[in-house]
């Protein structure tokens, strides 16, 4: 378990990760609702090294991927 990471959001990565493999950062944070501070909570844990390469590059795109939260949508974590 990543340190910060809520049970929630790990429930959803599960989930969305037992029909396929993730393909990207952007992939997992689309099919699995996350935030960005939840990306970067899994980026800086190292879970992203797979999907993004080394940890700081896991950073950059953990900002840039997450999708823009709606008014009253609760946060990933």
Known sequence: MIHGL????????????????FADVQELAARARLDAGTLRTLAAGGALATLAGHRRQALWQASGAAPARRAGQCAGR
């Open 6 to 21: 809520g049970q929630d959001a790990a429930a959803r990565i599960a989930t969305a990760r037992r029909s396929h493999a």
